[in-house]
């Protein structure tokens, strides 16, 4: 018998989405995660309206709004003279029934979809199965997976590499990574404090500009998390101190008692897009096919936009035997990559950092521009919330 069943690697968003979109149309699928369990690292956690509205057709959206914090707004603001610019997603409710962001871990997502799995009998997850090496025999794709009960092969029809930044079948298959590693680190502390009752006119979602340090604030339901840039030599492990980051919380906003330090992380950010996104009936997506830094928020969100876009090619190809439709995929989404996502968090990153007094000004006057043009302020909604980048992948052909 013809094999059918799709085989993804990696249990992190890209993965559960596309493998949710796949058995509800009724394709077999089996998960591979190398983990015991899911990951629950706090990682991505802003979902964008066009992404709100994938997963509203998943039956998820309404889950995540009831556990995650509704974000209509998000601003550029100076980390002394306070809001620069302050955007209201609420103008596009004629385009969108979810005019905000969500704000919800990215693990919650996962963990509520393998919920639902339990409607679908033509998924299944199969915990401790590291993917050890992927390749493409004829018109079977062939998994070789490690794990407690040793070494297996599994084979399917088709084969999405959905195991992260560090993919093993990116790398097995020879694939380059093209691109390049910020020189500073990302740190990213979380704590319940509440800013929004200590600094003036917070949005859920504010990226400060600073010469010397730039920095995010986000919320979530339960705490803020706040990045900063790390240009100094110092280890990782001075930094996953509780004192240090303390320090640095009382650097942006003064306290008497030390702050309640519930997370710590650092990390290196790269700027990478793989050279191809197929090969047969093997593709790449989410992170396994492109890194960013996360100033927009756009790493997981067009992950998930590649789940989509790969899961219904697969489910017309099931039906239509149609395979050119895979060379679209890697055409629609590599270019959003490229040319949207990479171009628009550098440059988020870049407009933060600025230094010289003439780059301030300048980005101030063009974030004024913006917001005081109304057509000006929709169009950059359009952009910053991924429908431009959405518009764009459906006008290649
Ligand atoms: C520290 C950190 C902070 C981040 N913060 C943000 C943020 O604030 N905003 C933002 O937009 N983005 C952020 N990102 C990026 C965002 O988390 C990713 O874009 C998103 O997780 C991509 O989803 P994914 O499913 O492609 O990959 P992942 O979420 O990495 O999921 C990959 C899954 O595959 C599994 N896996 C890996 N290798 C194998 C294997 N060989 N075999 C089987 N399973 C395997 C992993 O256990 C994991 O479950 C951050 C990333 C990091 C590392």
């Not at 490690?146 to 999405?160: D, S, V």
């Not at 009936?281 to 997981?300: R, T």
């Not at 697969?314 to 055409?331: G, P, V």
């Amino acid at each position: 018998m013809k094999n059918e069943n799709v085989i993804i690697a990696g249990a992190g968003p890209v993965g559960m989405v596309a493998a949710l979109k796949l058995a509800q149309n009724g394709v077999n699928v089996t998960v591979l995660e190398k983990g015991k369990t899911f990951p629950r690292d706090l990682r991505a956690s802003t979902f964008h309206p066009p992404t709100l509205e994938m997963l509203d057709e998943l039956g998820m959206t309404d889950e995540l709004i009831k556990d995650g914090l509704v974000a209509p707004f998000w601003q550029f603001r100076d980390r002394t003279k306070g809001p620069i610019a302050v955007f209201d997603l609420s103008i596009l409710s004629d385009i969108t029934p979810f005019p905000f962001r969500v704000q919800i871990e990215q693990w919650q997502l996962v963990e509520k979809i393998y919920a639902k799995f339990t409607n679908y009998s033509n998924v299944n997850v199969l915990f401790e199965h590291q993917v050890i090496g992927a390749r493409q025999d004829d018109d079977i794709v062939k998994v070789l997976t490690w794990g407690p009960e040793g070494e297996k092969t599994l084979e399917g029809k088709f084969l999405i590499a959905s195991d992260g930044a560090d993919s093993v079948i990116r790398k097995s298959l020879a694939i380059e990574f093209e691109g390049f590693t910020i020189p500073e680190k990302f740190w990213v502390i979380t704590t319940p404090f509440h800013f929004e009752n200590h600094m003036e006119n917070l949005s859920e979602i504010n990226y400060v500009s600073d010469p010397s340090e730039w920095l995010v604030l986000l919320r979530n339901k339960n705490y803020w998390r706040v990045l900063f840039p790390m240009y100094e030599d110092r280890s990782d492990q001075e930094l996953m101190s509780d004192i240090a980051a303390n320090t640095q919380l009382q650097k942006l906003l003064h306290q008497d008692d030390d702050y309640e330090i519930l997370h710590k992380s650092i990390y290196r950010v790269h700027q990478r897009v793989a050279a191809r996104y197929r090969h047969g009936n093997i593709f790449l997506a989410g992170d396994a096919a492109h890194i960013n830094n996360p100033l927009g928020g756009m790493g997981m969100n067009g992950g998930i936009h590649d789940a989509w876009n790969l899961a219904e090619k697969i489910i017309i190809s099931n039906k239509t035997n149609d395979t050119e439709l895979f060379d679209l995929y890697e055409r629609q989404r590599k270019t959003i990559a490229v040319e949207y996502v990479q171009k628009s968090t550098e440059r988020n990153r870049k407009m933060l950092m600025a230094t010289k007094a003439s780059d301030q000004v300048n980005r101030n006057i063009e974030w004024l521009e913006i917001i005081k043009n109304p057509n000006k302020t929709r169009e950059y909604l359009l952009e910053s919330s991924m429908f431009n980048a959405l518009k764009r992948a459906r006008e290649i052909k």
